[in-house]
T-cell receptor
Framework: DAGITQSPRHKVTETGTPVTLRCHQTENHRYMYWYRQDPGHGLRLIHYSYGVKDTDKGEVSDGYSVSRSKTEDFLLTLESATSSQTSVYFC???????????FGSGTRLTVV | KNEVEQSPQNLTAQEGEFITINCSYSVGISALHWLQQHPGGGIVSLFMLSSGKKKHGRLIATINIQEKHSSLHITASHPRDSAVYICAVRRGAGNMLTFGGGTRLMVKP
């Protein structure tokens, strides 16, 4: 059991279509995050969650929404995908106190 | 100026060499993480530090909170150490990470 899984691993979609990425954890950690990784920009925070139904924006949240209806699942939705959202998306989790971070394997999204 | 700066950006070493990667930050933090990412691969957490020094195998990480500086050392480097090493600082009530730009390390046999 990997503790954190992302799906899908790869996706190609057309501009203007909605896309949902899923992050699932089995660690019962409170905090979940979505980051994107782009050449020249490194990793940047999109949205994060600090509990069920509790979410907040990161530095690059425009065009993205999130939902967390259960502790184990954190969904990232691109309401209308654009080419600028072509990226590698990483989910991550951590717990209360001095817990390390665990990252998912990443989702490579291409918007054409 | 970026809140987290890493140096060098790129590093090439011969197998067996001692390697140092540096990270400086300009914000208040609760912890500092060193991460490793192989080409096309996922991100693995190597260390989380809030003070002092940690060692795991051939890897050593140190942090100086007063100087806002951390270093990652690799002793007896090996080609399998070739990867991108990323420094990230943990901050805020939400424990978010702010990342450095990464150091691309290549170790030649």
């Amino acid at each position: 059991d990997a503790g954190i899984t992302q799906s899908p691993r790869h996706k190609v979609t057309e501009t203007g279509t909605p896309v949902t990425l899923r992050c699932h954890q089995t660690e019962n950690h409170r905090y979940m995050y979505w980051y994107r990784q782009d050449p020249g920009h490194g990793l940047r925070l999109i949205h994060y969650s600090y509990g069920v139904k509790d979410t907040d924006k990161g530095e690059v949240s425009d065009g993205y929404s999130v939902s967390r209806s259960k502790t184990e699942d954190f969904l990232l939705t691109l309401e209308s995908a654009t080419s600028s959202q072509t990226s590698v998306y990483f989910c991550a989790i951590t717990g209360e106190g001095f817990y390390g971070y665990t990252f998912g394997s990443g989702t490579r999204l291409t918007v054409v | 100026k970026n809140e987290v700066e890493q140096s060098p950006q790129n590093l090439t070493a011969q197998e067996g060499e001692f390697i140092t990667i540096n990270c400086s930050y300009s914000v208040g933090i609760s912890a500092l993480h060193w991460l490793q990412q192989h080409p096309g691969g996922g991100i693995v957490s190597l260390f989380m530090l809030s003070s002092g020094k940690k060692k795991h195998g051939r890897l050593i990480a140190t942090i100086n909170i007063q100087e806002k500086h951390s270093s990652l050392h690799i002793t007896a480097s090996h080609p399998r150490d070739s990867a991108v090493y990323i420094c990230a600082v943990r901050r805020g009530a939400g424990n978010m990470l702010t990342f450095g730009g990464g150091t691309r390390l290549m170790v030649k046999p």
